[in-house]
């Protein structure tokens, strides 16, 4: 059966200091490693990316030192799988040292239809949705996830906010 959804994400941060500073030198060295790695990842479709195979310079922001990092998988598992149980993990875990402190959501996941890829602007919303409303079927976090739109049952492990149900 093939797959009608699929799941983006999203996360931002503001780096402590510009591409070529040693406070953020070992995250931009590590990058190429930590993108190779996500491609090859059970259940990666596709990632955020410029020229240069990154997104780190793709300016959307007034604050160049604002930076994006989208991508879409197969499934749930699999995005937990890359962030929280591989090599990933221990470089996500030093983003204190490269990224300041974000006040509100900074990371959302939602479903898209399988074959389509997010924009910027569409990940953006779905922050501001997450920021505004708190987890719902458009814009949800790994705590508070949401089955993809032709999936049957509750939503996983959060009952939503009702301003959001049945929202774009």
């Keep these: 059966m093939e797959q009608d959804w699929h799941l983006a994400q999203i996360n931002i941060g ?17 990058l190429d490693r930590i993108n190779a790695l996500a491609e090859s990842s059970p259940g990666f479709v596709w990632r955020l990316k410029d ?26 598992d699999s995005l937990f799988a890359f962030v929280y149980r591989s090599a990933h993990t221990p470089e996500m875990a030093r983003r204190r040292e490269y990224f300041d402190r974000f006040e509100g959501a900074y990371q959302a996941l939602w479903w898209i239809p399988a074959g389509t890829f997010p924009t910027i602007n ?35 492990d959060h009952r939503p906010d009702p301003w959001c149900i049945g929202r774009a």
């Excluded at 949705?129 to 987890?135: E, I, Y």
């Design 14 to 30: 503001r780096l402590v200091a510009a591409k070529g500073d040693p406070r953020v030198q070992p995250f931009f060295d590590a």
């Design 51 to 76: 020229d240069a195979g990154n997104a780190t310079a793709i300016t959307y922001s007034p604050d160049p030192l604002l930076i994006p990092n989208m991508s879409v998988w197969t499934d749930a």
């Design 122 to 156: 569409d990940g953006l919303s779905r922050l501001w949705l997450l920021d505004r409303f708190g987890p719902c079927p458009q814009a949800f976090t790994f705590k508070a996830r949401f089955l993809a739109p032709d999936g049957a049952g509750p939503p996983v």
